[in-house]
């Protein structure tokens, strides 16, 4: 394969549906990333990525939230989800929780396997990583060893806001008011030979009620809220149609159009429409 071959490279969900999918074409050996997906959502909780098939797990052997590969071929990342409530066990403990913590069902509510004292139901109760020893001290805090955080005692909401592929927006990571406001940048465009598309909140398309891909979003952050502009290569066509899959993402949110397809009822196929796109803007 050359090195300039193109591969793709898919993000969904399992169950299907508890986020957009998307399929979008990269360069060989290109690094990504895939988005934060929302930990619960719809009744499920998320239990961890595999990337065609296997299983990514942080060192302590929990799995990762958001996961960074090299794409040395065509690479499907599905973001996997268990019922809130099931425990197929029967050992006191949710299914989801065991499943992202240790890739199993192989625990009970008993098990303390870092030794620190609390039970596996001890540590889903008080939101702790059952993979990593806590230490307990008098005072006013409590603490364990960790990399730098952000403690929040405000009732502050976390905004991560991106771009896809990274590096066409610049990243923030704030932590705003709850129920504060947000008004995204206005995008749209070719920008360093990709165009803009539509703005995802949590994995979700933003769209306005024709459809379209919203060039600006506002919100109030009643949330966490990962924000991410996506974008796609100028002239990818990975569905080889005819219309490029930044139009289709734009306009539709999926690539089932093709150039022939009428989908405004008019009488003029894409094709037409998109012939006079520079006069009319995006609309289609």
């Known amino acids: 394969m050359s090195a300039w071959a193109q591969v793709t490279f898919e993000q969904k969900s399992d169950p299907a549906g508890l986020f957009t999918s998307t399929s979008a074409t990269k ?4 690094v990504v990333s895939t988005m934060t997906p929302s930990l619960s959502t719809g009744g499920y909780s998320f239990t961890h990525w595999t990337v065609n098939g296997v299983r990514e797990n942080a060192p302590d052997g929990q799995a990762k939230n958001k996961v960074s590969v090299t794409l040395t071929e065509n690479t499907v990342a599905i973001a996997h989800y268990r019922l809130d409530t099931n425990d197929s066990d ?6 989801w929780y065991e499943v992202r913590m240790f890739g199993n069902l192989d625990r009970n509510a008993s098990y303390d396997g870092d030794g620190d004292g609390l ?3 001890d540590e889903r109760k008080y939101g702790l990583a059952a993979t990593i020893a806590d230490e307990f001290m008098e005072g ?3 603490i364990r060893r960790s990399g730098q955080v952000f403690a929040n005692f405000g009732g502050a909401k976390k905004l991560s806001v991106s771009s896809d592929p990274a590096g066409l927006l610049t990243s923030s990571e704030t932590f705003p008011e709850t129920n504060s406001s947000y008004t995204s940048p206005n995008k749209n465009g070719l920008t360093s030979g990709y165009y803009f598309s539509h703005w995802e909140v949590n ?3 933003q769209a306005d009620t024709s459809g379209i891909g919203l060039s600006q979003i506002s919100f109030t952050m009643t949330e966490d809220k990962t924000v991410v502009a996506k974008y796609y ?6 569905d080889s149609d005819g219309l490029p899959d930044w139009y289709e993402w734009r306009e539709f949110g999926n690539l089932d159009n093709n150039g022939t397809s009428d989908p405004d009822g ?3 196929s894409m094709d037409a429409e998109r012939a006079v796109w520079a006069k009319r803007g995006y609309r289609r």
Request: glycine residues 14%.
């Open 140 to 142: 006013g805090a409590s």
């Open 27 to 30: 360069n060989l050996n290109e």
């Open 203 to 205: 994995g979700v398309r």
């Open 119 to 121: 039970s596996l139901a």
């Open 233 to 238: 290569a100028e002239n990818a066509d990975t």
């Open 90 to 95: 029967s050992d006191g403990v949710p299914d």
């Open 266 to 268: 008019d009488g003029f």
